[in-house]
């Protein structure tokens, strides 16, 4: 017992710091934000309030300017999470077929993730923003086959999300491709070489032996990309400047830096509600997959 006793208190002793670390920047910052979200009228000037309620909540969910953020975002998590999963593995699975230069296309793939993103957001404006010299490189190609051209920058609301849902599935597909072609390289080819044996067809081997066996990394970045996705909001900066209540293209994290740090800055306890809505919202979508998850390896 003694000893069981010392080897517990020696385990404790190597997490205190990682669990220091979560406390000091995890742990108490997200009470501070719940605290926040409920004093109402907080003056971050005089570090004072007159009450404590649901008011800011209350005020946040009528916001038309975190109603119209809390859409983009909605719309850009239903648009990007399935679609970049989806090709991403198609793409694992052509990489995987590969024998001659496998490794040199995996880098190319890659290369989008450890671009800058502002980088890659000046090039997207470069394709699709209209200028007074050029239409952009999509409309000349949309021009070529008799099309008109669109805004796509500062036009209509369904072609700026339209570039948005393309620029982050453009620029989560390299993590995507790089997790799902290692579990593809994990799966044990015995299972490819019985299933041959009996004369399967591919499409049966994909189905009951590649997906069951690399689903848990599926899952994975399922999961990830609903956070990932909730979180966007450098994507729109790098496409649509800084003011993007004006484009009509603000997520949920851009209108709480808006209501912290932005032109109408200064309302803590606005930010904190919409902060305390957002972590709900990513905490039950993620509890939601984990379930079905676990219902699917069962």
């Known amino acids: 017992m003694e000893v069981t ?48 309620g649901i008011y800011n909540y209350s005020y946040v969910l009528h916001d038309p300017y975190f109603l119209q953020a809390l859409k983009n975002t909605f719309i850009l998590v239903i648009i990007t999470v399935p679609l970049s999963t989806g090709i991403a593995l198609l793409i694992s699975l052509g990489l995987n077929s590969i024998k001659k230069l496998k490794e040199l296309f995996q880098t190319i793939y890659f290369l989008p993730y450890v671009t800058n993103t502002l980088a890659v957001g000046l090039v997207f404006m470069i394709l699709f923003k209209k200028t007074a010299y050029s239409d952009g490189m999509v409309n000349i190609l949309i021009n070529a086959f008799g099309g008109e051209s669109v805004d796509f920058i500062d036009g209509p609301y369904w072609a700026k999300m339209m570039v948005l849902c393309i620029y982050t599935i453009w620029i989560v597909m390299p993590f995507k491709v790089l997790i799902l072609t290692s579990a593809l390289a994990s799966v044990n080819p015995v299972y490819y070489s019985a299933a041959k044996v009996d004369g399967t067809s591919k499409f049966r081997i994909f189905y009951k032996i590649t997906l069951p066996m690399i689903s848990p990394m599926i899952f994975y970045l399922i999961i990830t990309g609903f956070i990932g996705a909730f979180k966007a909001y450098s994507d729109a900066v790098a496409l649509f400047g800084t003011d993007l209540n004006v484009a009509e293209m603000n997520t949920i994290v851009g209108y709480v830096y808006d209501m912290l740090y932005g032109d109408s800055g200064g309302y803590p306890s606005y930010a904190s509600a919409a902060a305390i809505i957002l972590f709900t919202i990513v905490l039950t979508i993620t509890v939601i997959n984990l379930l079905v998850s676990n219902r699917t390896k069962k």
């Open 5 to 52: 006793g010392r080897s517990n208190l020696k385990a404790w002793l190597y997490l205190l710091p990682a669990l220091l670390f979560l406390g000091v920047f995890m742990v108490y910052p997200l009470v501070d934000v719940f605290i926040y979200s409920f004093e109402e009228g907080y003056n971050s000037a005089s570090q004072s309030f007159f009450g404590i």
